[in-house]
């Protein structure tokens, strides 16, 4: 049903109606932010990739093919573009860029004001950037968004075997790591 409700919406943007495409970045905006922001590990990252990829969607929306749900589209694009700044920082640390993550401290903080336990988030975040690319999308796929692996291969055009031994590789890795004192 919702699915049938965002086509509506995108053919609504594909014949001129701007305010579709509104509907739409609402609805999806704060998706793309968290799953942007558990690639990169920092706000700054996934805020630049949230504004990226609803650029992207609003350039491309017209091409969309209906095909998949427009989640899954948009989930595809919004891996894509995190990295693609994964990829850019690495570049950016090859040529000796500083970045600043100090200035990253307050807002990462005020991010996660009033949730409970904020040293294990905290770790959990940091081990997560540990993690190769692959294993940590697949991870984030799984636990964070809450994925079948169906739906993980049809976003990521991977096997459902691939992206179970990714999950499995990964989890091993968090779990050794989260139980380090």
Known sequence: ??????????RQFISGNESAFNYLANKY????YWHAR????????ADEVTQEVLIVIYNK?????????LYT???????????????????????FLEETDHNLLKDDNEILTGIENKEK??????????LPVKQREVFI???????SYEEMSDIT?????????NYFHALQKILEEMNEK
Request: hydrophobic share 35%; glycine share 4%.
């Open 141 to 147: 796929m799984r636990n964070f968004e809450e994925l």
């Open 157 to 165: 055009g991977k096997s459902v075997g691939g992206l179970k031994s």
């Open 73 to 95: 589209w948009i989930f595809r694009i919004t891996s894509t573009r995190s990295i693609n700044q994964i990829n850019r920082r690495k570049l950016k640390r090859l040529f």
């Open 121 to 130: 988030l905290k770790k959990l975040d940091k081990v997560l950037q540990k």
């Open 61 to 69: 929306l017209k091409t969309f093919n209906f095909r998949s749900s």
């Open 38 to 45: 558990r690639m990169l590990g920092n706000h700054m990252d």
């Open 1 to 10: 049903m919702t699915e049938d409700k965002d086509f509506d919406y995108v």
């Open 29 to 32: 905006q704060q998706k793309i």
